[in-house]
Each structure stands twice: as structure tokens, then as C-alpha cells.
């Protein structure tokens, strides 16, 4: 069965310093694998995503992630955080190969940037 | 964009009643989920709907949970007696074989 485990449940940087939101991830098929972010009282938006293909994958905001098969993990980085990257962001991994099952979240990582 | 929007964003029901929550998916999208996040947990799968039928549930999903497509454009849970423990948000998303778009969800608080 497939599960996400992200590490901490709160990252607090300040603004201009890196952003590392970590992930790990376990499945039993090859897995397409998802960041969301979610800002206050809105839904989830999709940030990147990973399917099949080049293993590092560039998403929204400035936001990338590395996909490496060998350490299970999918974290999450952006090189410089500003103040409208707190948020919180749910990795992701569907159920199955392919983009149609339900996904399998993380229990999310609360992004808090100071100034 | 197209954007997944669900209606209302804050419903308040008495325990045992009757609850429609509402979504209307992006237009050319085939595939149609929903999801609840209780406070403080994790966001956990509830039902997945292609082809005008159910394609899988979870265990949360029980016969107290319906879904429906009634019109091809909106996209209903249904909570036939609710409980306590249904307060959550509750999201739908869809997708064209993609991944998969969110509403802003539906705060569902009962009393």
C-alpha cells in the first residue's frame, strides 16, 4: 500500500533563506508523486508534480522538487522563501500508476517565514 | 483558469440530519473525487466517480454516503444522518486523467 511520511509538521525559515519541506514516500508501483500548497481558507493547489521522466521537476512560485527512487524521498525546496510562502503544503502519491487513483497524502508541513 | 467550485463554503447542520455538499467540476474533466481533512489530520480520500458510477471507496464512505451526478455539470456528497464526527472540510477535485484540481472545499460543522 502506498503512504507519505513528511518530516516535521512545522518549518519556520526566514525570508530570503532556503525552503526544504521533506518527504518520503512508499509504494508498491512506480509512483506519481504531488506537492500541494495550501494557503488559509482556500483548497489545495497543485504546486509540482512528478510522473515519469526527468527526476527534478519545477513547479509554481519557484518551487522545485527531486524526485530519487533510491532514498524513497520527494522533498520539497525554493531557494530564497518570501512572506507569501507560508502556507501549508500536503505531499502526495497516488494509489496507483498513472494520474486517475485517489491520492495518498502527507500529513502536511506548515510553512511559517519570518521577516 | 477553470477552477473546481464547491458550494456552500460553510454549512452548520443539527446532528442527524441531512446534508448536501456541492461541486461543480472543471467542464471537460472526467474523473471526480472527494476528500475530507478533519481538523489537525490528514487530508483522507472518501469516494473516486467515473463513468456515472463509483470506481472506489473507502472505508469512511459508508451507507451513509451517497454521490451523485445528476445533471453532467454538478457533482453531490450526500450524508443522509450526520454525526458528530463528520465536522470536517470536506474537498472535491477533478481531473481529465491528470492531476487533480481542488475546490476551496465546504466547512461542514454540525451542532
Known amino acids: 500500500a502506498q503512504s507519505v511520511t513528511q518530516l516535521g509538521s512545522h518549518v519556520s525559515v526566514s525570508e530570503g533563506a532556503l525552503v526544504l519541506l521533506r518527504c518520503n514516500y512508499s509504494?508498491?508501483?512506480?509512483?506519481?508523486l504531488f506537492w500541494y500548497v495550501q494557503y488559509p481558507n482556500q483548497g489545495l493547489q497543485l504546486l509540482l508534480k512528478?510522473?515519469?521522466?526527468?527526476?527534478l521537476v519545477k513547479g509554481i512560485n519557484g518551487f522545485e522538487a527531486e524526485f530519487k527512487k533510491s532514498e524513497t524521498s520527494f522533498h520539497l525546496t525554493k531557494p530564497s522563501a518570501h512572506m507569501s510562502d507560508a502556507a501549508e503544503y500536503f505531499c502526495a502519491v497516488s494509489d496507483r500508476e498513472g494520474n486517475t487513483g485517489k491520492l495518498i497524502f502527507g500529513q502536511g508541513t506548515t510553512l511559517q517565514v519570518k521577516p | 483558469e477553470p477552477e473546481v467550485t464547491q458550494t456552500p463554503s460553510h454549512q452548520v447542520t443539527q446532528m442527524g440530519q441531512e446534508v448536501i455538499l456541492r461541486c461543480v467540476p472543471i467542464?471537460?474533466?472526467?474523473?471526480f473525487y472527494w476528500y475530507r481533512q478533519i481538523l489537525g489530520q490528514k487530508v483522507e480520500f472518501l469516494v473516486s466517480?467515473?463513468?456515472?458510477?463509483?470506481?472506489?471507496k473507502s472505508e469512511i464512505f459508508d451507507d451513509q454516503f451517497s454521490v451523485e451526478r445528476p445533471d453532467g455539470s454538478n457533482f453531490t456528497l450526500k450524508i443522509r444522518s450526520t454525526k458528530l464526527e463528520d465536522s470536517a472540510m470536506y474537498f472535491c477535485?477533478?481531473?481529465?486523467?491528470?492531476?487533480?484540481?481542488f475546490g476551496d472545499g465546504t466547512r461542514l460543522s454540525i451542532l
Open positions: 509504494s508498491s508501483v512506480p509512483p506519481y
Open positions: 477535485a477533478s481531473s481529465v486523467g491528470g492531476p487533480q484540481h
Open positions: 466517480f467515473y463513468n456515472n458510477e463509483i470506481s472506489e
Open positions: 467542464s471537460n474533466h472526467l474523473y
Open positions: 512528478y510522473t515519469t521522466g526527468a527526476t
